[in-house]
């Protein structure tokens, strides 16, 4: 049996970067409507300093994460990615939006390391 996240893995990254995947993803799988910024700023540090900003009027940190939560990480040192918590044959993964592969995948949360990622933390959106 396929998982939702399948429809989304292979999608260009020129549609949406990881933050619109997880807006389309929350409306379409989940019935939430997220209102994030439009527009986000260039660069490492723009983008970490507006997650950090933001995050709280968006979310509420989680300890027992379900499917759907988001999934905040940490690249290159920054507050940089957020992907979408899901649970395929009782392993956790993310799907999220990569630059650098220049599409949308799906990833163990094990093996994000593998690729510079680190899980900072899950997220219920509000």
Not at 54 to 83: C, K, S, Y
């Amino acid at each position: 049996m396929r998982h939702w996240a399948d429809q989304y893995v292979g999608t260009p990254y020129v549609e949406y970067d990881c933050a619109d995947l997880c807006v389309q993803v929350q409306q379409a799988q989940f019935n939430k409507a997220i209102g994030l910024p439009a527009s986000r700023p260039n660069g490492l540090r723009g983008v970490s300093d507006m997650i950090e900003t933001l995050q709280d009027d968006f979310a509420t940190p989680t300890v027992v994460p379900v499917e759907g939560d988001a999934v905040q990480m940490i690249g290159r040192g920054r507050l940089n990615h957020i992907g979408i918590l899901c649970t395929i044959n009782h392993e956790p993964h993310v799907l999220h939006a990569m630059k650098n592969a220049g599409m949308t995948v799906l990833h163990k949360i094990v093996a994000l390391k593998d690729i510079g990622l680190i899980v900072e933390g899950y997220y219920k959106w509000k």
